[in-house]
Structure formats: C-alpha cells, structure tokens
C-alpha cells in the first residue's frame, strides 16, 4: 500500500490549502480515509476522517467549520481542504488508511503516507 500526499505549501494567515492523497495496492473504495497533523515538538494528532463510502465524516474541534474531507473513489484520493488557515495548523499532514470499512470515530491507522508540510505564516 502506498499513500502519496501533496498540495502542502507556504500561505498566510486566512489563506487556503487543498491537500490530497493518492492511494495505490488496496481496493481504496471499501477503506476509510483520514488525515492526521504533527506540529514540531507535539504528537501526531487526528484531524478528519472519512467513511469508505464518503458518507459520514469526522472532524477534530480545531478543524471543524474550516476544513472538509473528500474522496472520489474513482480516481483512488482522498482531499482535504483547509480554509481560514491559522498559524496554529502549521504542521505536518498525514494521509492515513483506517481500514476496510474501518471506523471514522475510533480511527485506527493500518498504513501512513509520508507526509505533506502546510505552514501558516501570520
């Protein structure tokens, strides 16, 4: 399984970034998706998820009303758009696997991209 993220990159404060996920040797479209963060110095923390049918989502407080998490199954990636960005989400973006089926409120990650990096200038 290989998870490839992009879309990572400099901005100011109240500006966008839209990240994706290219997933490749696993029927993507029966596993949920997420997207964990990791700020220097801080653990890795969970940000969204998204159900393998793309029905359901989950969002961390800190995203929630600025960030939404998509999928198109047909092309095998998952996005995350971040809206009204804030110096506080600069960090580290992680692609996850949950799972076939997996679940979206107790995510469990099977596989982890490699990373993509958002830095939030203020």
């Known amino acids: 399984v290989q998870l490839v993220e992009s879309g990572g990159g400099l901005v100011q404060a109240g500006g966008s970034l839209r990240l994706s996920c290219a997933a490749s040797?696993?029927?993507?479209?029966?596993?949920?998706m997420g997207w964990f963060r990791q700020a220097p110095g801080k653990d890795r923390e969970f940000v969204t998820a998204?159900?393998?049918?793309?029905?359901?989502?989950n969002y961390a407080d800190s995203a929630k009303g600025r960030f939404t998490i998509s999928r198109d199954n047909a092309k095998n990636t998952v996005y995350l758009q971040m809206n009204n960005l804030k110096p506080e989400d600069t960090a580290k973006y992680y692609c996850?696997?949950?799972?076939?089926?997996?679940?979206?409120?107790?995510?469990?990650?099977?596989?982890w991209g490699q990373g993509t990096q958002a830095t939030v200038s203020s």
């Open positions: 998204i159900s393998w049918n793309g029905a359901n989502t």
């Open positions: 996850a696997c949950l799972g076939a089926y997996g679940s979206i409120w107790y995510p469990a990650v099977d596989y």
């Open positions: 040797g696993l029927t993507f479209r029966n596993y949920a």
